[in-house]
């Protein structure tokens, strides 16, 4: 028999009176948390639903993978960030299905909430377009595993090549492939060279980890597509200067076991790698087919709900979506960017939306504030596109420590990372090198290696596909 977690009865109820509209949250990410907090003070009960405990503060995930901070030094637990709203529940569960007729919506263990209105932001995944059997080989990173399993295989990969006698195997362990030249691949690109050149320079024996290959590859003419031309050549420039091999119109066209295959133009070449990180495209969560199988609404290409103006479902004035899985496209030839910003500001956009809804207000359509994007590729090395102005080097990355810093969620977190990036930046060193989980080694393409030990040793990356 399905249980229905219907909201407690309010004293008001037990007298008669109508009980509170309920406002179900579906995802604990920007959106949903910032549609959470607004909703604090507001005459309403609120559910909020996730799978995690915790919120992620997903743009720094990468400094995770580098051992530059640790998991908690970005996540923050939900109870703990809303335990002061008396009108929110947080409640732990993953959402499989919604019903908009009855107004439920259906969690994995076959437990159901009722809801009045309902907003929906379970965010992406990686999209690895239509080879997810990459997924083992070339990890993303969304989830505060996903970037722990990079900082497994990247310092596994040192390891190894410490005790690794054969040149050309060490050479391979040694290679690590960066897969999507936008903000996310740019970052994990500088941060991954800096781990290699400074922090590690004088701690292995047998290898220099200065002879470490770390390869960005972008299938477009020039990394950071969105961002102005000049601030794209100027966050090359940055990253050649740390060492990164950067590599545009350049493909991947298959990822079998360590050979990656690359295409660029008519030339195809297949080059031997022991670490492949992918950050090259998202695609929505499964929530998304699941309301427009219910809903009849549109999706996008990559699983995107096409959503009004007031971010509503097309035909269900109560069902709301915000953040990555929200198509919004109004007065813009493309859909609003991915990123944390517009979760912020949708998910705070409905929450005062449905207050004016409740008190017979009218709804403007929902406006988005360009706040301008930025990535950091290093050292006093960043990019930052305002709108009304463009900035790099010092500049950029002084506001982009400042805006990273403003917005991590609580108090103790930002302190953390603040006291962090102070020691790195004067020592250089990354205090969360840990390796955990499995430790095993895959055994590296044994054809591979006969065919480059075959007569004399040639370079991986001078391979070719016959």
Known sequence: MTAVLQRPVSSSAATGKKSPHHVVIVGGGFGGLYA????????????????????????????????????????????SVLSKQKNVQVLMGEVTGIEPTTQIVTLKNGETVSYDSLIVATGSSHHYFG???????????????????????????FEAAEKESDPVRREALLTFFIVGGGPTGVELAGALAELAYETLREDFRSINPGETKVVLLEGMDRVLPPYPGDLSASAKNSLEKLGVEVRTNTLVTNIEGDIVT????????????????????????????AIADQTGAELDRIGRIIVGPDLSVP????????????????????????????????????????????????????????????AVIGRNEAVADLGFAKMS?????????????YYLVEFDNKLLVLLQWGWHYFTSQRGARLITGDDSIPALSALVIEEMTMGEKKNPSEMAEA
């Not at 559910?47 to 915790?54: G, S």
């Not at 059997?133 to 722990?148: H, R, V």
């Not at 790698?273 to 929505?284: N, Y």
């Not at 409905?350 to 009218?362: K, N, T, V, Y």
């Open 393 to 405: 080097g010092f500049p950029a990355w002084f506001l982009w420590i400042f805006v990273h810093i």
């Open 262 to 289: 690359l295409k660029n133009g008519d030339s195809i070449e297949k080059v031997q790698a022991f670490t492949v990180l992918w950050a090259a495209g998202i695609k929505a969560s499964p929530m998304g087919k």
């Open 315 to 374: 035909g269900c004035s109560n069902i709301y979506i915000a953040g990555d899985l929200a198509h919004y496209a109004h007065n813009s030839e493309s859909p609003l960017p991915g990123t944390a910003s517009t979760a912020m500001q949708q998910g705070s956009y409905l929450a005062d939306s449905i207050q004016r809804r409740l008190e017979g207000q009218s709804v403007s359509p929902f406006e988005y504030k360009n706040k301008g994007s930025m």
């Open 36 to 79: 959470a907090k607004a909703l604090g003070k507001a005459n309403v009960k609120v559910t909020l639903i996730d799978k995690r405990n915790f919120h992620l503060f997903q743009p720094l995930l990468y400094q995770v993978a580098t051992g530059g901070l640790s998991a908690g030094d970005i996540s923050s637990p939900l109870r």
């Open 131 to 157: 080879k997810d059997e990459w997924s083992d080989i070339a990890p993303g990173m969304k989830t505060i595993e996903d970037a722990l399993e990079v900082r497994r295989r990247i310092f596994l990969a």
